[in-house]
Each structure stands twice: as C-alpha cells, then as structure tokens.
C-alpha cells in the first residue's frame, strides 16, 4: 500500500524536475530555478467540516460564511476560509482533451485527438474490520458490500478496499470484479482466546478500578470469581484464581492496546494517502465499533485532525444491524455463573456496547460522516455512505496566540438566526506540540493545493496538452500553461519590476494515484518596456512528459510571491 506522506510529493518533484537553462549575457529577465516553495508564515489553519441539516433530516444548502459562529475554548474566532463540498454543490467543468500532433519538429497543424477519460470525482476507501466483526456479521457485511459495488458504482468512482490487520489491501480501481474478489477473501482474524474471555473495554475497567492488594475492591474481586467460575476451581484451587485473573487481564490489554494502535495508525496514514488524489474522498468503517482507552484519546483526536485537514470524510457503518443484547453474559467456555457475577458481567456488556458505539458515532461525526447503525439494510447504508452529503461546509480560522504546547482545545459551532436547522461539526484538536517551520508548512500547503480538483482562477491561467507517439506503447505529453500576468503583484526594484512565480504541473493515473511532477519557479525581472509587451501576451511554460499509452489527468497549479495569490487548473489525456 503506497501513502503519499508530507514532503513526498515534493521530493518527486525535485528528482524530476529538469535544470534550469543558463542565463543570457547581463541580467536576464526572465529565468528558471529549483526551489522549495515557501509561502506566507502564519500559524496552523484549523479546518471544521460542519453539516447542517432540517428538520427532516435533509443536508442544507446555499449557507454563507456569515451564517456560523465558531468558538475556540469559548473565544469566538473570526473565520478566515469557506467553502462548501458535496454531491449538491456544482463541480468544475471537465477539462478539454488533449491533442495529438506530429513530431514537434513538424509544423503541421494538430488535430483532435480520442475522446478525454471521464476523471475520477470521487474516492472511497472501505475498511473492514476483521478484527472484531464476527463471521456471521462479516459475512452480511460482505454481501451488502458487494452488491453495492456491482449496482451502485458510477464511472466516475474509484474504490479501495483494506482490512485492520492488514491481511487484505486492494488499491483504488474501477475494476468491479477486483473489488468483489477481494471483499469476499476477508475472513475474521482468530485470536488465541484468554480464559476467562474478559474483552478489552472490561480489562480496561478492571485495570482503572481495581486493587489486587485489596481482595474487597469490587472489581478485582469480579476478575477472581469469573477466574473460579470460568476454570471451575475449587478448594485449594481457588488459591491460584488471582494469578489466573491477573495474567488474563495482561493478555487481553496488550492485544487491545496494539489493535488500537494499529487502527488509529491505519485511519492517519489513510488520510495522508487519499489526500493525494483529486476530488472528493470518503473512508467507510466497516466494523461492530471498538473500545478507546483514555491514554489512547490524544491519538485518536491526531487521526480525525488528519483526515479533516484532507478533506476525507469518515463514515462508520455497524455491520451488527439491529442489535440488543440478551440476558445472558457472552462468555464462551465459562459454564453456569453465579447470579451476581453474571449480573456484573452483563453491566459491563452494556456499558461497553455504548462505549464502542460512542467512537463510531464521533468519527463520523467530527469528519463531517454519517453514523449507520441500527439499521439491517446494510446494502442501503453502503449506497448511503459511498456518497459525500450534497452539502457539507468547511470553516477554516488562525487560532490568535495559539500556543504550542499540546493542549486540548474545545470547538463550538453555532448558526445565527437559523431556527429549527442541527448541526453536526468537529468537536475539537490538540495544539501543535512544537512550532511549524516554514519550509515544513510551505510545503503541506503547495501539497493540499496540487491535491485537489477546485479550480482556482486568482491568475487567470490555461492549460493546453499536446502530445505525439514514439512507439506503439510510448509517447511524448506536452503540457503548456499560459499565464496572464495582468493579476500578479510586481514590485519596482533596482529599475526592474520583479515577482517570481511557482508553477506546479503533476500527472495522474486514470484512477487518481499520482505518477510524476515538475516544479519550476519562474525569477521574472522584466524591464518596463518588456512588461508591456507581456502583459498582452502572457507568459507560456511547457513542462514534458514521457508517458505509455492510456488515459491520465494533469493538474497545474502556480503560485505568486508577491501577492501570494493562487491559480490551479485541470486538464487530462487520452493516448490510444
């Protein structure tokens, strides 16, 4: 599985990125050079996806920057960035296609080429959890999953598919077959069970509340009888009951302890790889819900801040279906219990059915997802979770004198004059626990740009694509951005007007998984008679590709330092 991390990306760039032409004579006006970009410096943006939705339940649209109210600790905050995604919010319209040309030495005229690729809008990572979901709730998953893929996937649609443990990993296709074959290898992952069978939310408990020095603490005592009832001791054999118990517990909590890291590690790396594709992308959590230890939370807040910072929405769907417990303690292997232990044993059942629900609930909801549970129509969840909410806004504010210093800090989201409408928004983040230095933010934030499929016309720029073949298998892709500059910030210096302008050109497989990029930073220092001219006729950069046959997306994006304004367009190629 290939995770796209921080830096990453522009290190690709830098490998591939050609060396700059020599300068002219005297001091050229216009030149190229290799550069990590760095922008404006400035603390850590803080984004908080929110749903609104009516009465009746229906996301609502057409709401303004003005509408919310954001508090930070209770401070109010001024919200800096908006804007709102979903399947009712209209998409940029597909790039043209290619053409295909003569060798470039030629001077005949190009003609148009096949039909552009249909691009990828919308990606969806499905996670099934293999290490708590029963065979039988496995298998209703699976099925449901399955038939959602055949019936329900457009063209448009890219899927994954992975497990917990690992054991299965599908990367993002449109191969329906693919998808199905491996849905249906997922198998539960067998655990040597302890005796007595504590589960991990009751280890924990036992774990916090306990004294085993103090044999009339509660729940150590609950540990040692289930220990009797379970290995059916008596008399003097009662004696080993405390060692039995204790050991029991220490399997279970380094079992759960390492499943959890895996998890939160799995959803953190996740968000990192799909914030390297283009358009929307979405996790559906296939799972029967999971215990979060409290010494577990902080991490568990740095996955939904990832995945929020990528704009991925989390949805989690309960493959128990409509679920109750019985009157009887789950606990195989251990015979007849004594009334109180069973009644214990049964406490702690409920408590922790709502606990696993609880984090379920709150990565949907602090992701801007849905919760599906209690529900036996699993194929309609998966229908409905596959989709983004038609609407779904994002607030984005610069904390004021925010301090690095790893801290807690609470979110509220409010509507002004909004009656009769909920919300659903992020609940809260964890301070940075050191500054970020700006060679680290420029680069997260040349990467969230060059990540995505908004068209940003601050420069007016146009990206056009040529391309001719070499072989039958090999061809040469042209990609040429045209810049205005009548929007870019010149500063007089030295009686030349100067700005320097990155552009970013990156390449895509037709299932959205990045191949390869260039980056060139443009050092204009134009004479005035030379901006001039250039402001009539723009500035055109050509960036060159060798590429196999097939169909791929471009996205270009520039960025000015003087007025730090932003560009990013589209474009794609269908090479026969």
Not at 12 to 21: D, F, K, S, V
Not at 309 to 331: C, E, K, M, Q, W
Not at 521 to 529: A, T
Request: hydrophobic content about 40%; proline content about 7%.
């Amino acid at each position: 599985m290939r995770f796209l991390c921080t830096g990453a990306f522009l290190a690709a760039l830098a490998a591939q990125t050609p060396p700059p032409p020599p300068a002219a004579n005297g001091a050229a006006e216009i030149s190229t050079r290799d550069e990590q970009p760095v922008f404006q410096s400035r603390v850590s943006l803080v984004r908080v996806p929110v749903v609104v939705r009516d009465r009746q339940g229906k996301a609502v649209g057409g709401l303004t920057k003005e509408d919310f109210q954001v508090f930070d600790k209770g401070k109010p905050q001024r919200v800096t960035q908006f804007s709102a995604e979903g399947s009712g919010v209209p998409k940029p319209k597909a790039a043209a296609p290619a053409e295909t040309e003569t060798p470039l030495e030629a001077e005949e005229p190009s003609r148009p080429g096949q039909p552009p690729p249909v691009p990828p809008t919308h990606f969806t990572a499905y996670i099934f959890d293999d290490l708590h979901l029963t065979i039988g709730d496995l298998m209703q998953a699976q099925q449901a999953a399955a038939k959602h893929m055949q019936q329900e996937m457009r063209p448009t649609d890219r899927a994954a598919i992975f497990t917990l443990s690992g054991r299965v990993s599908t990367e993002f296709t449109d191969d329906r077959a693919l998808l199905r074959a491996a849905v249906l290898k997922i198998t539960p992952v067998t655990h040597m069970p302890a005796k007595p069978p504590f589960s991990y939310y009751m280890a924990e408990q036992i774990e916090q509340s306990s004294d085993e020095q103090n044999p009339s603490s509660p729940a150590w005592a609950f540990a040692v009888q289930l220990t009797v009832d379970c290995y059916h001791l008596t008399g003097l054999e009662v004696a080993a009951a405390p060692g039995l118990a204790r050991s029991a517990l220490h399997q279970v909590l380094s079992q759960g302890q390492q499943e959890m890291r895996g998890t939160l590690l799995m959803l953190k790396n996740l968000a990192a790889r799909l914030a390297g594709l283009p358009g929307d992308r979405s996790v559906v959590l296939v799972s029967s819900g999971y215990y979060l230890a409290p010494d577990q939370r902080s991490d568990f807040l740095e996955a939904i801040d990832r995945a929020v910072r990528s704009n991925v929405i989390v949805n989690t769907l309960d493959a128990r279906g409509v679920y109750a417990l019985s009157g009887v303690p789950d606990l195989p292997g251990c015979g007849v219990l004594d009334d109180a232990t069973a009644r214990t044993t049964l406490q702690y059942e409920r408590q922790e059915n709502i606990a696993n629900g609880m984090v379920l609930e709150e990565l949907a909801d602090d992701t801007g997802g849905t919760a599906f549970r209690s529900n036996n129509d699993l194929a309609g969840g998966f229908n409905t979770l596959s989709a983004p909410p038609e609407y779904i806004y994002y607030l984005g504010f610069y904390p004021e004198n925010l301090k690095p210093d790893g801290s807690y800090h609470g979110l509220k989201v409010s509507l002004e004059n909004r009656k009769g409408l909920s919300l659903r928004a992020r609940k809260g983040y964890w301070a940075p626990s050191h500054p970020e230095d700006e060679a680290a933010q420029s680069t997260r934030e040349i990467e969230e740009a060059v990540f995505s499929r908004d068209e940003l016309r601050d420069i007016p720029l146009d990206v056009s694509t040529r391309f001719f073949k070499q072989t039958d298998e090999d061809a040469h892709l042209k990609v040429i951005s045209r810049l205005d500059l009548k929007a870019l910030h010149f500063r007089k210096e030295e009686g030349r007007n100067r700005d320097d302008v990155t552009l970013v050109c990156a390449l895509f497989d037709r299932n959205g998984n990045f191949l390869k990029g260039f980056q060139k930073v443009l050092e204009m220092r134009l004479k005035d008679e030379s901006l001039t001219g250039r402001l009539n006729s723009g500035i055109s950069v050509g960036m060159d590709f060798d590429v196999k046959a097939g169909d791929y997306m471009i996205r270009v994006v520039v960025r000015d330092t003087g007025g730090r304004q932003i560009a990013a367009a589209n474009a794609s190629a269908a090479i026969p």
